[in-house]
């Protein structure tokens, strides 16, 4: 998947949630349209957990 994209557009980290994304528990909007506020809110020990272990990783080199 990563091998079409620009190095900036590529996949470093991905965290996957239980929680499924609904207009019902208000990640989405009624025209499923996510909510980034709602969700950054909810995740957002994660989404800077991520960001601090690729920063203390190092840049990433490609692999390909």
Not at 2 to 20: I, M, P, Q, T, Y
Not at 34 to 48: A, G, P, Q
Not at 50 to 63: I, L, N, S, W
């Amino acid at each position: 998947m990563n091998r079409s994209l620009a190095r900036f557009e590529r996949l470093k980290r991905v965290f996957l949630v239980a929680d499924e994304f609904s207009a019902e528990n208000g990640t989405l909007t009624a025209s499923m349209k996510l909510r980034r506020h709602t969700v950054e809110d909810r995740w957002r020990k994660e989404i800077e957990e991520m960001y601090a272990q690729a920063e203390a990783a190092g840049p990433v080199t490609a692999t390909e």
